[in-house]
């Protein structure tokens, strides 16, 4: 593998001089995944807006409840139309906040270095 290295900072070089973006979208019920989608590229409020109509809204059931992060782009009011005209409730989560994440502090458990140094613990992968 080459290394570029500039002003004492080495990286291995990037494929075409960028990252790949892969975004994965899904709902999580008690049975398991709901409404699974793959996009190429990282989310916007167009494609958010399409999965809802087109993905989410087909598998939810009068009375589910949806929760989601404060991304811009789940807040659309077309999104939230969309989620209540299924039969469905919208709820946001409240602003993010390290107190409730244990695995900022890394309390969760070990974390292991896999790759170019990015780190796993809790379920998250950073730097991918």
Known sequence: MDVVC?????????????????????????????????LDGPINRDAFQAYVERVLV???NPGDIVVMDNL???KGMAVQAAIEAAGARL???PPYSSDFNPCMDGSCGSRIS????ELV???HVYGV
């Not at 990037?14 to 709901?34: D, Q, Y």
């Open 72 to 74: 811009g782009s789940h």
């Open 114 to 117: 896999i790759g170019l140094g």
């Open 91 to 93: 709820l946001f989560l």
């Open 6 to 38: 500039a002003v004492s900072v080495c990286a291995p070089p990037i494929p075409h001089g960028r990252w790949k973006t892969t975004t994965f979208v899904a709902g999580l019920r008690l049975t398991g995944i709901a409404a699974p989608f793959v």
């Open 58 to 60: 087909p598998e939810l």
């Open 121 to 123: 613990g809790c379920g």
